[in-house]
């Protein structure tokens, strides 16, 4: 009996040996930094919401990457403070609290600081003649009174891709990855202040324009203060939108 069951204790190792190449694969830097990305996305997206729990197998399914992948994002996640193991229910999105609040913006405001300081010192005018155009464009559409569905995605795309361009030029890695870590924080906390989005696009707008004009003419000191009134005005927008729902 036992050496007929020896091709089959053969079978059973070869067919064990299938899934190992698979998770090798799955902690691919390539995977990783996919299953990062498309958790990123789903956030952005509001698929992904503040407080919500979630299972290692849902997000394997969400993100479609294999398990292996999803699990070496855990615990980059777990470091940023997106994600918190908890004991018997899974994984949990981000609470957004007022402290949650109070971090993001702290950290955004210092690294933009520095950003803001290199960027005006290297940034050509074409370029910051191009970021004009774009941001008086999607003005326009905002104040024309018409109903536009994909007004607020595109505000926000022009809004934090400036944000983003100024951090990277830096050529600082480690500041950018920390950036764009803490900016998931900073963009899920104003997706959950559902009230800021009608009423945000036409003043954000504004504050880039007028920081555009003080980046064209080389005004610094200028610049930086009024990006620090950008982040604190939005700052405050989304605390009095989460003030306003909070029960009496």
Do not use: C
Request: aromatic share 4%; hydrophobic share 45%.
């Amino acid at each position: 009996m036992t050496p007929a069951l020896m091709p089959a204790t053969r079978k059973t190792r070869a067919h064990t040996a299938a899934p190992a190449d698979e998770e090798s694969s799955a902690l691919s830097p390539s995977l990783r930094a996919l299953a990062y990305e498309r958790f990123r996305e789903q956030i952005l997206d509001g698929r992904l919401r503040a407080g919500q729990f979630v299972s290692q197998r849902e997000l394997v399914k969400l993100l479609d990457v294999p398990l292996g992948a999803v699990r070496e994002m855990i615990p980059r996640l777990e470091a940023a403070r997106m994600l918190i193991t908890v004991p018997k229910r899974g994984l949990q999105i981000a609470h957004i609290d007022l402290k949650l609040i109070r971090n993001a913006f702290q950290v955004r405001a210092m690294i933009e600081r520095e950003a803001v300081a290199h960027y005006i010192r290297n940034v050509s005018d074409g370029e910051l003649e191009a970021e004009e155009k774009k941001h008086q464009a999607v003005l326009k559409r905002a104040q024309s009174g018409k109903l536009d569905p994909d007004l607020d995605r595109d505000a926000m795309a022009i809004d934090w891709a400036l944000h983003d361009r100024m951090v990277d030029a830096m050529g600082n890695e480690i500041l950018s990855e920390i950036y764009r870590a803490n900016s998931l924080h900073v963009r899920m906390i104003r997706l959950d202040a559902q009230q800021v989005r009608p009423q945000r696009v036409v003043p954000a707008m504004q504050e880039h324009l007028r920081f555009i004009e003080l980046l064209k003419s080389r005004d610094e000191a200028g610049a930086l203060k009024a990006m620090q009134e950008h982040v604190e005005q939005s700052r405050q927008r989304v605390l009095n939108a989460m003030l306003r729902n909070e029960p009496v």
